[in-house]
Nanobody, 117 residues
């Protein structure tokens, strides 16, 4: 079965840092585009960052320069390093896997990130 398990959520301070890991199983990890999405209260789910199997990355303008997405194809893991946190980063963060050339993908259960002083 396909499983994407996020962790690392919790309370962060403005200006601080958090790291979100995602462990994948049941997929050929290196054949998937991986991404982090987030959904804030009352808002649509949005793409935060994505990384291809080859390591090419893209970021939302709101997090560019502050967040770093990475993957370890040998360990089937995805990571989002968040720094310079802002209250606006508060959201549920979701790990996503999408096979190349596929419309559909897979989602993790989500992990809550709250940035507050």
């Amino acid at each position: 079965q396909v499983r994407l398990v996020e962790a690392g959520g919790g309370l962060g301070q403005p200006g601080g840092a958090l790291r979100l890991p995602c462990a994948a199983s049941g997929i050929i990890f290196s054949h998937n585009i991986m991404g982090w999405y987030r959904q804030a209260p009352g808002k649509q789910r949005e793409l935060v960052a994505a990384i291809t199997s080859g390591g090419s990355t893209t970021y939302a303008d709101s997090v560019k320069g502050r967040f770093t997405i990475s993957r370890d194809n040998a360990k089937n893991t995805l990571s989002l390093q968040m720094s310079s946190l802002k209250p606006e980063d508060t959201a549920v963060y979701y790990c996503n896997a999408r096979p190349v050339l596929s419309v559909n993908g897979y989602w993790g259960q989500g992990t809550q990130v709250t940035v507050s002083s």
